[in-house]
């Protein structure tokens, strides 16, 4: 995946190129969505009912081909998505050349694409055949693009053709920005909290804490709201030692599909130095906190965490909670064709707890341990 990858640049040249960039800063949400639409080859997803604000830029659906093998429908646009659902991509492969076609390789840009296998397959001239793929929608809210390159030959010559995969991840609540912009020394901003669906909700905490309203908004007087500007207040802190350093800011909120709502934390500590012993251990984290929703206190939830390699011969040995309020264990580890090991987790709070779980668990290895957040609201068992 895509690691945290949205910048943010001064708008210098139009306010096109603003308006642009703020459509791909203005993604986050919860994890539940409320619709996923049909996978289609439209290049915008205009057919939601979602405001345009927040939809996303235009996918480019010119296929990248060089060869006689051509693509139909170039690109697949699936437009708002829910976190961790699976869209299917369908297409059609034409061989528009004199000789057969056979494949060589078949190469998804990232994990969260599985393949048909085509390396069996043969397109005499003039023929086709079907191609079908699963795309896998990430945890973590925001834009999520992707390709799937096919190299194939014909004859003596070898061509490529490379299929646009675009969604945007997002749910009935999401924040304006998407993060806490915490750099340079930055201690108190704002963001606004504010529901697609326009329900009426109410935020119960804000960093642990309750939420401070840049308006003066008072629950206990005024009736829910579907849209809050609140405030956020970091410590100050020292970036030479970053270990301990909070990486999301948690909102817990009442609206039934959205109970927790994570904004990244923006400063020096989670930037490069998020992971110093990255190229050391040989692997890394897919996305950088597992959101777990609600879930039922004493009642035990099993989660796949997705982690690239880039050495062989790793192994994961144990998962442990540096939290008291859930317990972690590894269900299984497997060792995936992408070059991703698939770890599965069991997390089990504790049966007295109540409330937003944010807890650090550590990934142990035979060549080094990391850890992530994992964030859950925690609700009694009947409530479930």
């Known amino acids: 995946m895509k690691h945290e990858h949205t910048l943010i640049n001064r708008c210098l040249i139009s306010s096109v190129v603003c308006m642009a960039i703020g459509l791909l800063l203005a993604q986050t949400g919860c994890d539940k969505s409320a619709n996923t639409p049909t996978v289609s080859n439209t290049s915008n997803a205009a057919t939601n009912s979602v405001p345009k604000k927040i939809l996303p830029p235009p996918l480019s659906t010119e296929t990248i081909v060089k060869g006689a093998l051509r693509v139909e429908p170039g690109g697949f646009d699936f437009g708002i998505i829910e976190p961790n659902s699976v869209q299917e991509v369908k297409a059609v492969l034409y061989n528009t050349g004199t000789e057969p076609i056979t494949f060589a390789k078949v190469s998804p840009s990232c994990a969260c694409t599985t393949t048909q296998d085509l390396t069996k397959e043969t397109i005499s001239a003039g023929e086709s055949i079907t191609f079908d793929a699963k795309f896998k929608a990430p945890t973590k809210p925001g834009l999520k693009e992707a390709y799937i390159q096919i190299v194939f030959n014909q004859g003596s010559t070898q061509g490529h053709v490379r299929i646009n995969l675009q969604g945007l991840v997002t749910m009935p609540v999401r924040a304006e920005p998407p993060f806490v912009d915490a750099l340079k020394g930055v201690q108190v901003g704002q963001a606004v909290i504010e529901s697609i669906d ?187």
């Open 198 to 384: 326009g329900k009426p909700f109410n935020i119960i905490t804000s960093g642990g804490k309750e939420p401070v309203f840049a308006d003066g908004f008072n629950p206990k007087k005024n009736s829910p709201r579907n849209s809050y500007t609140i405030k956020w207040n970091v410590p100050s802190r020292d970036i030479s030692n970053c270990a301990g350093m909070r990486r999301w800011w948690i909102i817990e909120t009442d609206h039934p599909d959205c109970p927790i709502l994570p904004m990244r934390v923006r400063n020096e500590c989670t930037g490069s130095r998020l992971d110093m012993t990255r190229k050391r251990r040989g692997w890394y984290f897919k996305e950088y906190i597992s959101q777990l929703g609600a879930i039922a206190a004493g009642k035990p939830v099993e989660v796949d965490v997705i982690i690239p390699f880039d050495k062989p011969g790793i192994k994961f040995q144990s998962v442990q909670s540096l939290s008291q309020n859930i317990h972690a264990q590894l269900v299984s580890s497997t060792t995936n064709d992408n070059d991703t090991i698939t770890c599965r987790v069991r997390i089990t709070p504790r049966k007295e707890y109540q409330g937003v779980i944010y807890a650090m668990v550590m990934f142990k290895s035979n060549t080094g341990s990391k850890d992530i957040p994992f964030i859950a609201k925690v609700v009694p068992p009947e409530n479930k």
